[in-house]
């Protein structure tokens, strides 16, 4: 009702699946996932004439404001805006117990750290881009956000950045998290040129 058709689309390297399909994305935490998320999109337009091609979002949380982040950097041909929520920007300041069992050991694999580096992207951003993050978040610190936003400033690429004070890694609060949805559906409107009828 809001104008948008959503995809919901767990690629490779979602755990729950199977040991080999979290496995696919060893030593690279951004390509297999990306493009599992455009496969699906692609799918979709094939059974769904009436998707907008020329304006598509992406939007998530955690890994997937990685995910959000990530696509409109290397992919603004396909994702048109992006919402990207406690993002992890740098691997190298994320759990080493979740992110070595992925990356290895980021003395011994430097390159796998470094390709999958937002701020190293910071450049390509072509697309808007809003980033939120909880000041109080003990699981992706908010020093994320602060470094992409700092590298995108320094590469004169326009973003926008949403500080939560007192919060952590989700929005436990239901008022805060509905108004924060709100939020993020008015970007995307704006951004993407969707009126309140969900048209241009």
């Known amino acids: ?82 919402v ?14 979740y992110t070595e069992r992925y990356l290895g050991h980021p003395l011994e694999t430097p390159e796998n750290y470094k390709n999958t ?10 697309s808007p881009l809003l980033l939120i993050h909880g000041l109080a978040d003990d699981n992706v610190v908010a020093a994320h956000t602060f470094q992409l936003s700092q590298a995108l400033l320094e590469a004169g690429k326009p973003h926008e950045v949403l500080p939560l004070s007192g919060v952590t890694h989700m929005t436990p609060q239901e008022t805060v998290a509905e108004n924060l949805l709100r939020v993020q559906l008015r970007f995307l409107k704006k951004s993407l040129g969707i009126d309140d009828e969900g048209d241009k």
């Open 117 to 126: 580096n937002l701020c190293n992207e910071a450049h390509k951003l072509e």
């Open 1 to 82: 009702d809001q104008g948008f058709a959503v995809i919901v689309s767990d690629g490779r390297g979602t755990p729950g699946r199977s040991p080999a399909f979290e496995r696919e994305v060893y030593g690279d935490l951004a390509t297999a996932a990306l493009e599992d998320q455009i496969t699906a999109l692609s799918a979709a337009a094939e059974i769904y004439e009436r998707l907008d091609l020329d304006r598509v979002g992406i939007r998530g949380w955690s890994f997937g404001g990685y995910l959000a982040a990530l696509a409109v950097l290397r992919r603004p041909d396909i994702f048109h805006a992006a």
């Open 84 to 97: 990207a929520g406690a993002p992890v920007t740098d691997w190298e300041l994320y759990d080493t117990h």
